[in-house]
């Protein structure tokens, strides 16, 4: 480095943003994440002793320490640390990367540890390019991701690494960093005298929404944009600390976690009953710009899975707000929006179409039984084959009803469908028990089996096989 490459990063000391300033330099300074970097834990101890062998994938929401603990590694370890942005490096820079870490290997016998920040930014031939040489140990990757890594990076790269998850500051945590801030006189306001109000500390604190870069964005727009008074005192109001972060920081990415976790909530709401959890998530989406049509196709799923024949009209108001949207769209369309939610949320619940899962395992399980003859189209074959012949047509018995086979024999008195006595449904089950009955009585039906329910876990793998 030159007089001039250090003027320059001296230069940039100061003039850089607050929150790169302001950025932890040691364990020591870090705020918040003390599962993995608390007195004792696993990571802290790697890092202290240098002895961070194995890869680590740091996953957490924006603002909550990823970079920043890759730093604090760098600072402390005697391996050689490279820095690559998966939004700006490729394949070719990743070569050059491994080239060099080869020949540090060879010549020196120096490990290389690699940070890859957004590593979720490179598909799957880039990270594919990363991978053998974190098997043979060319390399220690730390990979640093807002996305689920069990979705976003590949399955060898992740099998490889430890996952570290971190999560969003508390407004205690922030404030903590806040204050550091205005105290810090090498890098902060220290030197400044700056007033924080009280309330508008706790503002910033709660708006961030756990980002701390965000909580110190505005409070440096706060300082800078505010003239001092007479005494030379720059007064934070809460009237400065709300026009410096004007919005709250929703945290939402439509292909992200945030984004499956929040429908997430806001379905199991519903199903559970609650109406004001589901309107509060339902705003949460619509806030952050979630597309209104997506939320409408999983009240219709929801309709029919989790509302069913309890409520048989659940699934006509979905369906008829998803078309009531497409009319009018927003904002007026956030009216059938919120009535299909309300409505679902405080229907009758049964999950009894789910049967169909119970019939499509068994026909997994044991096969496709043989249609009975009776049953067979007879517009073909009934004069050979004698197909049809014996069906029995309902409309023409008392009650629009005859008890008759309509199973493959071995699968007589099975019954997969179990109604609920919710709602509507009761009169369904009152119907089908007698129905049921009359059934046994007429084929001589000795042995029911009611399947039982299946786990949720085993519906969703039977879905996958639907696919």
Not at 228 to 242: M, N, R
Not at 248 to 264: C, E, F, N, P
Not at 307 to 320: C, E, Q
């Amino acid at each position: 480095m030159d007089l001039f490459d250090h003027a320059w990063q001296e230069r940039m000391k100061h003039e850089a943003p607050l929150a790169a300033r302001m950025r932890p330099r040691t364990l020591d300074e870090f705020v918040g994440q003390d599962h993995i970097i608390g007195p004792g834990r696993l990571l802290r101890r790697a890092i202290e002793t240098d002895k961070l062998f194995s890869s680590i994938i740091l996953w957490g929401p924006p603002g909550t320490g990823k970079t920043t603990l890759a730093q604090i590694i760098a600072n402390r370890t005697r391996s050689h640390f490279e820095t690559i942005s998966a939004v700006l490096a490729g394949i070719p820079e990743l070569r050059q990367v491994i080239q060099e870490a080869q020949e540090r290997r060879r010549l020196y016998q120096r490990r290389t540890i690699l940070f890859v920040d957004e590593v979720h930014r490179w598909n799957k031939a880039q990270q594919d390019a990363l991978l053998p040489h974190v098997e043979n140990g060319t390399i220690v990757f730390i990979g640093a991701t807002t996305e689920n890594p069990y979705f976003e990076v590949i399955g060898a790269l992740v099998s490889r690494s430890r996952v570290f998850q971190l999560y969003p500051l508390t407004p205690e945590q922030i404030g903590l960093i806040l204050d550091a801030a205005l105290t810090d006189r090498e890098r902060g306001y220290g030197e400044r005298r700056v007033h924080l109000d009280p309330l508008a500390r706790a503002h910033l604190a709660e708006v961030a929404g756990g980002d701390a870069r965000n909580a110190l964005n505005a409070l440096e727009l706060a300082v800078e944009s505010t003239p001092p008074d007479a005494e030379g005192v720059i007064h934070i109001t809460l009237d400065v600390a709300q026009e410096s972060i004007q919005r709250r920081a929703v945290l939402y990415d439509k292909d992200g976690d945030v984004h499956y976790d929040t429908i997430s909530a806001f379905i199991k709401s519903v199903r559970g009953s609650d109406p004001d959890a589901a309107l509060y998530w339902l705003a949460k989406m619509l806030y952050a710009g979630e597309d209104p049509r997506f939320i409408l196709r999983r009240l219709i799923i929801l309709a029919g899975e989790d509302i069913g024949l309890a409520d048989p009209f659940g699934l006509v108001i979905a369906t008829s707000a998803a078309q009531a949207f497409d009319y009018v769209g927003l904002p007026e369309g956030v009216y059938p929006l919120v009535e299909a939610t309300l409505y679902l949320a405080t229907a009758p619940k049964s999950n009894s179409t789910g049967a169909y899962f119970k019939a499509f395992e068994r026909i997994e399980q044991e096969g496709v039984g043989e249609v009975p003859a009776h049953l067979k189209d007879s517009h073909r074959d009934a004069a050979a084959l004698g197909h049809g012949k014996g069906y029995e047509y309902p409309h023409q018995y008392e009650g629009h009803f005859i008890p008759q086979q309509y199973l493959p024999k071995e699968l007589l008195g099975v019954y997969f469908y179990r109604p609920s006595e919710q709602g509507y449904e009761a009169q369904v089950k009152t119907r089908l028990e007698m129905w049921r009955e009359a059934q046994r009585k007429a084929l001589g039906i000795e042995r029911c089996e009611e399947v039982p329910e299946l786990t949720q876990d085993r519906i969703d793998e039977l879905k996958r096989h639907m696919k």
